[in-house]
C-alpha cells in the first residue's frame, strides 16, 4: 500500500454561517486545503441523525444522514428558501461551538419551508431515491413522524399497538401522518444528493473519505423498533442486556452506553442480511469504514438492563469471522480500519489479523501511565506497516490538552523519546504529530485540532459524559496557505505525498486573516 495521510475533522466541526459545519462552500473549502497540503484522506464521524446528547454514534436510524448537514445555502440557489429566512433564525451565536438546542428549535423550521416549496410530485431523482432506499427510509420516516406526534418520546412510551407494530396501527399512522412522512424522506434526499456532491468533488482530487461505522444503534432508533427480532429483547421488546465496556484505568465503573445488544443467532439466520445492507449503505457514504468497538465482533460487553454502572456486566461471544466473510462474498473486498483500542485479548488480534485490515495506534496511549491495557502497543518501533496511527481520536484530548494533563513522569517520557527535552508544549505537539508521520504506518491520521495546537477547549468528545461533548467548531480562516505548506512539506519528508514540480504549493481559497 502507497503510504499515505490525512486530517481528522469531523463535518459540524467546519466553520459556516449557520450554526453547524455542514455541506457548504466551507465543505469544499477544506477539501481544497487538503489537497494543497498534500493529504489523501479526510476522516469524518459517523454523518447519522443525532439524537439527544448530540452524539453522532446514538442516531435515530443507522442508514439516515444528518439534515443538519443541509446546506442552506444550497437550498436558497434552489429558490426553495431565500437568505433573510435564514439570517434571522437562530442557530447560536458563537462560531466555535455548536448550540444543539437552537439547532434542533429553528433548524427543522427552516427546512420545512424548503419542503413546502418543493415539487417532490414531479421530481423523477427523488422517487428514484425514495425507491432505491425504501428497505430502510419508509420505517425511518415513519418512524420520526410517529415520534414528532409523540413529542419526540423515545418508541418505548407509545402506545402498545403502534410500540409492537400492529398492522392496524402502522396502517393508521401512515395515513394521519402522511404528509410529516414525506417531510422526512424529502430531508434525506437532500442529505444524499449534496453529500454525493461533496463526495465526488473530494475523490476527483485523490481524497479519500474514512467514515465511521459505529458497531451498535441507539435503542431509540427506527433500526431497534422496526427490527426487534434482531435485538436481545424480550417479548415486550424491553432489553434484556445493554452494551458498554468494564472498568479502566480512565473509568473506575467503566462506561454504560445504553445501546440494545445485538442477537446475533437471529442476524445469522437471516444470512446477515442486515449488516450486509448496513455495510453497502456505508459504502455509498464512505471509501474506507473505520469499524468502531471492533472488538465486539469476537466478543460483547453486556450489562444487564437496569444496572446503574457497567461494573456488572460479562463479555459474551460474537459472530466472529463468519459475519466479515459472509458480506464479503456479497459485496467484494472491503476497504476497513479495525479500531481495536482498549482491552484486547488474543482472540481479537487473530480476528483481525485473519481479516488483514489494518488497525489503529494512537500516539498518546504509549506514553499515558492511565492506559493499562498494553502501552507497549502503541509506541512507533513496534508497529508494523499494515495499520493506521492517530496523535489521538476524537474520544482522547488534544495532544496540547493532554500533555497539561498528564503526570510529571509522563511528560518526561514524551521529551526523552522525542530528544526534546524542556520544550514548550506546541513544540512537543509539532514534534508528536512529526513522529506519528514519521512511522512505518502506512496511513498517518491526525486530528484538525493537533495541527492547530488547541487545548481540550476543542476536544470533541469525552466519554461517559454529558452536555459538553460533540460541540466544538474550527474558526473560519485556520486552514491558511502557511499551514497547507507546512503539512505538505512534512508530508513530503515522510513519504506520504508526492513532491510537486513547483516548491510552491497552489493558493488555497481560504481566508487567512482570523486567528484562534
Not at 402502522?170 to 454525493?196: H, N, T
Not at 464512505?286 to 465482533?297: C, L, P, Q, S
Not at 497547507?484 to 512534512?490: F, L, R, T, V
Request: charged fraction near 25%; glycine fraction near 6%.
Amino acid at each position: 500500500m502507497t503510504r499515505s495521510s490525512g486530517i481528522l475533522l469531523p463535518v459540524s466541526a467546519l466553520p459556516g454561517k449557520y450554526g453547524i459545519g455542514c455541506f457548504s462552500k466551507e465543505a469544499y473549502a477544506f477539501v481544497d486545503f487538503l489537497e494543497v497540503a498534500g493529504q489523501k484522506l479526510w476522516q469524518i464521524l459517523p454523518l447519522g441523525q443525532t439524537s439527544y446528547g448530540d452524539s453522532p454514534y446514538q442516531s435515530f436510524s443507522t442508514f439516515a444522514g444528518n439534515p443538519y448537514f443541509i446546506s442552506l445555502e444550497a437550498l436558497i440557489e434552489e429558490g426553495v428558501l431565500t437568505q433573510a429566512e435564514c439570517d434571522e433564525a437562530d442557530f447560536g451565536d458563537d462560531e466555535t461551538s455548536i448550540d444543539y438546542g437552537k439547532m434542533y428549535a429553528a433548524r427543522y423550521v427552516i427546512l420545512r419551508k424548503a419542503f413546502e416549496r418543493s415539487h417532490l410530485e414531479t421530481d423523477a431523482d427523488y422517487a428514484k431515491f425514495c425507491e432505491e432506499n425504501s428497505f430502510w427510509l419508509d420505517d425511518y420516516a415513519l418512524y420520526m413522524a410517529v415520534k414528532a406526534d409523540h413529542d419526540a418520546k423515545c418508541w418505548s412510551e407509545w402506545e402498545d399497538d403502534i410500540r409492537l407494530r400492529k398492522p392496524e396501527a402502522l396502517e393508521a399512522y401512515r395515513e394521519k401522518l402522511a404528509q410529516d412522512i414525506v417531510f422526512y424522506q424529502y430531508l434525506q434526499y437532500k442529505f444524499s444528493r449534496q453529500w454525493e456532491q461533496l463526495k465526488n468533488y473530494a475523490n476527483e482530487k485523490g481524497i479519500q473519505i474514512v467514515g465511521d461505522l459505529p458497531i451498535y444503534v441507539a435503542f431509540d432508533s427506527s433500526d431497534a423498533w422496526a427490527n426487534p427480532q434482531l435485538f436481545q429483547f424480550d417479548e415486550d421488546c424491553k432489553p434484556i442486556a445493554v452494551a458498554g465496556c468494564p472498568p479502566d484505568g480512565f473509568s473506575a465503573t467503566g462506561q454504560l452506553w445504553g445501546n440494545p445488544l445485538y442477537d446475533w443467532p437471529a442476524h445469522k439466520k437471516t444470512g446477515y442480511e442486515w449488516w450486509i445492507r448496513r455495510m453497502a449503505t456505508c459504502y455509498k457514504l464512505y471509501d474506507i469504514i473505520r469499524i468502531d468497538h471492533f472488538r465486539g465482533f469476537d466478543s460483547y460487553y453486556a450489562i444487564p438492563a437496569g444496572a446503574p454502572t457497567a461494573e456488572s456486566g460479562a463479555w459474551e461471544d460474537g459472530p466472529g469471522y463468519e459475519l466479515f466473510e459472509t458480506i464479503e462474498k456479497r459485496l467484494g473486498k472491503l476497504n476497513i480500519i479495525v479500531e481495536d483500542l482498549g482491552f484486547i485479548t488474543d482472540s481479537v488480534r487473530e480476528l483481525v489479523a485473519k481479516t488483514g485490515w489494518p488497525n489503529m495506534k494512537v500516539l498518546e496511549f504509549a506514553f499515558d501511565s492511565r492506559d493499562d491495557t498494553g502501552a507497549n502497543d502503541y509506541i512507533p518501533y513496534v508497529y508494523n506497516k499494515n495499520c493506521v496511527v492517530y496523535t489521538g481520536t476524537h474520544d482522547n484530548e488534544t495532544l496540547y490538552g493532554w500533555l497539561d494533563n498528564i503526570s510529571k513522569d509522563d511528560r518526561n517520557m514524551v521529551e526523552a523519546y522525542l530528544d526534546e527535552k524542556g520544550a514548550d508544549r506546541k513544540r512537543l505537539v509539532h514534534s508528536l504529530v512529526a513522529l506519528a508521520m514519521s512511522s512505518v504506518a502506512d496511513r498517518c491520521v491526525i486530528p484538525m485540532q493537533d495541527y492547530l495546537c488547541l487545548g481540550n477547549e476543542a476536544r470533541m468528545n469525552e466519554p461517559s459524559t454529558l452536555g459538553k461533548n460533540w460541540k466544538w467548531r474550527m474558526r473560519a480562516g485556520k486552514t491558511t496557505d502557511a499551514l497547507a505548506k507546512e503539512i505538505y512539506g512534512m508530508s513530503v519528508i515522510y513519504g506520504r505525498t508526492k513532491r510537486r514540480q513547483s516548491a510552491k504549493p497552489q493558493t488555497t481559497s481560504q481566508e487567512t486573516k482570523s486567528e484562534v
